[in-house]
């Protein structure tokens, strides 16, 4: 997660294990971003650009299944009987036996699973144990305010790590390259949550310009709501702007090493124009892969900013679940998340056939 | 005949000099010495002692006497940051561990096998890695309980397929090797080739990811016992300090303040460390300049 602030030879290495790491790196296998080995394993020729995307369709698919299959068996052998927990102490065993009978606990196990996973499909989560409303209602309020944070926060973050990284990049080994790796590496060493708390500080308990934390919902006027939004989103984006940063840098550093850039430059064209229609495009897929990466990483990172801030969103919701054995809403709030970090990664992969032409004529 | 081909031989010595002349492996060592340092004297000697309540002493601002002042109950910050390191790097060095013991040997078997075991190795990999792993580490605390112990399980587990992935890669890179064909020709095992052969070859890879992964398992543990997952109080840590801190901002934001910068100080240390390996030994580097 970390590359040198002086020298971009130093941070390949850092960023190639950084896509060692990537769940969905073939694609990116085929460009110039990994190490040797992840290269050489592919002896075979390419298979058309059609097989490939249905290969990684076909991949995500059985990963989402084989995903619900492990969500489902580690719940299964949560201690603690939903029935049980809904009835309370006092309840009578019969009184227990007949709930678990109502709510299907006593149906095979393979049954259940596919009840559930059919459940899943035509998004019917079934109902909240705790809340005793349908999962689906909870999880589209609390949605309303996870999504709007996580997007501010990915835009948040591309909009300062682009141009940075571009700078940086421009201006590699210079002072203002090495001031501003320097602040990434130390963006990248600061736990988010940590710094929500100084942003409180600062900001709201200080400066009072920004509310502490909660949400008075979107009810309250588009305005307010927005601004309760601002801290965490600041919050989460900066250490993932951080890292994006020096990705950003170390994959133009690499592209400008090229022989078409110096061609390019010796043709006439001026360094900026070289810099945004030749660099920047093609140092875009290790850009990309990153930002679908931190798209999981925001989605988790949200659990416990959400806690900081009091946001009752998504990550809120599934932490309260976790410890309240709400099976039913973990069960989904997790299938949900990793249904959305699978989908991502994929619109990644596909995206760099968009990115990169080459990608789509392979033979 | 033997043939013989000049190769400038990289010493111990040589490697020790460039080392030293590396600033970001300098100050990464510097820092992560005096961490360790920090937790090992804390078993020995303290400021204060963290188990002991002052009431008189709460809340009292960074002073000589505390110099980063004091909690709610009257306990000494630096001195709770001090025996709060030893958690943190106990958690983060265990989950290290459990991730390369692991996850190196699948990943050289991966590698050296090759075929239907390396692709079922890669698709549990995409099957771990579709899940954040906050998430689940959330998860396996709440599920198993609370406490030092679960929370090293939890993030060793998330560590277990990074290096899986990188010994596999780096593995791959060096089957090709014209050493491994002699050692091949020698009648060799693909095992002992990966011990005595591929170990080597990637071992500054696994060292430049354990720092990389060291440091994460730092912020993991932190969020962990900022929920309340991690290691139980009296036991401090660094994470549980600034939850206590968070509701008392307005009066005592050194709470906050100070344990946020030891880990920041922690995880920049081990980055730069990790920055600083893998600029001396790695030979693209060496190359180009």
Known sequence: ?363 | MTLRIDIPEETFRSILAKAFGNAAFVAGLVITVLILAMAIVSYVWTPYDVTKLVIADKTQGPSLAHWFGTDHFGRDILSMIMVGARNSIAVALVAVGIGMGAGVPLGAFAAARGGLADEALMRVNDLVFAFPALLSAIMITAIFGPGAINAIIAIGIFNIPVFARVARAGALAVWPREFILAARAAGKSSTQISIEHVLPNIATLLLVQGTIQFALGILAEAGLSYLGLGAQPPMPSWGRMLFDAQTRMVVAPWMAIFPGMAIVVTVLGLNLLGDGIADILDPKSRRQR
């Open chain 1, 1 to 363: 997660m970390a590359q040198s602030a002086k020298t971009d030879e130093g941070c390949w290495n850092k960023l190639n294990l950084q896509f060692v790491q990537h769940p969905s790196s073939d694609l990116a296998s085929r460009g110039h971003l990994l190490l040797q080995g992840e290269k050489e394993e592919r002896h075979a020729p390419t298979p058309s650009m059609t097989a490939y995307l249905l290969k990684r369709l076909a991949i995500a698919f059985a990963t989402l299944v084989l995903a619900s299959m492990v969500v489902f068996a580690v719940l299964e052998v949560l201690p603690g009987d939903p029935a049980r927990l809904m009835l309370g102490m006092n309840a009578s065993a019969d009184q227990v036996e007949l709930l678990r009978n109502q709510m299907g606990l006593n149906a095979p196990l393979v049954l259940r699973y596919l009840h559930w996973a059919g459940g899943l499909l035509s998004l019917d989560f079934g109902r909240s144990y705790t809340y005793s409303v349908p999962v689906i209602d909870l999880v589209r309020e609390r949605l309303a305010v996870s999504l709007p944070l996580a997007l501010i926060a990915l835009a948040l973050s591309t909009i300062i790590a682009i141009p940075v990284g571009l700078y940086s990049a421009s201006r590699r080994g210079r002072a203002g390259d090495t001031i501003s790796m320097g602040v990434a590496q130390l963006g990248v060493a600061v736990p988010n949550f940590w710094f929500a708390l100084m942003l409180i500080y600062i900001f709201a308990v200080w400066l009072r310009l920004v509310p502490a934390g909660g949400f008075p919902g979107w009810a309250a006027g588009a305005w307010p709501a927005l601004k309760s939004l601002l801290l965490p989103a600041v919050a989460l984006a900066l250490p993932q702007a951080a890292i994006l940063a020096r990705v950003t840098r170390s994959a133009l550093i690499e592209v400008l090493n090229e022989d078409y850039i110096r061609t390019a430059r010796a043709k006439g064209l001026p360094y900026r124009a070289v810099l945004w229609r030749h660099a920047l495009r093609n140092a875009m897929i290790p850009v990309l892969t990153i930002l679908g990466l931190q798209f999981a990483f925001l989605l988790a990172g949200t659990i416990i900013i959400e806690n900081v801030f009091y946001l009752p969103g998504l990550g809120r919701l599934v932490f309260q679940a976790i410890t309240q054995r709400d099976l039913i809403v973990v069960e989904s709030v997790v299938m949900l998340l990793v249904a959305a970090v699978i989908a991502v990664n994929l619109v990644v992969d596909l995206s760099y056939a968009v990115v990169d032409p080459r990608l789509r004529t392979r033979q």
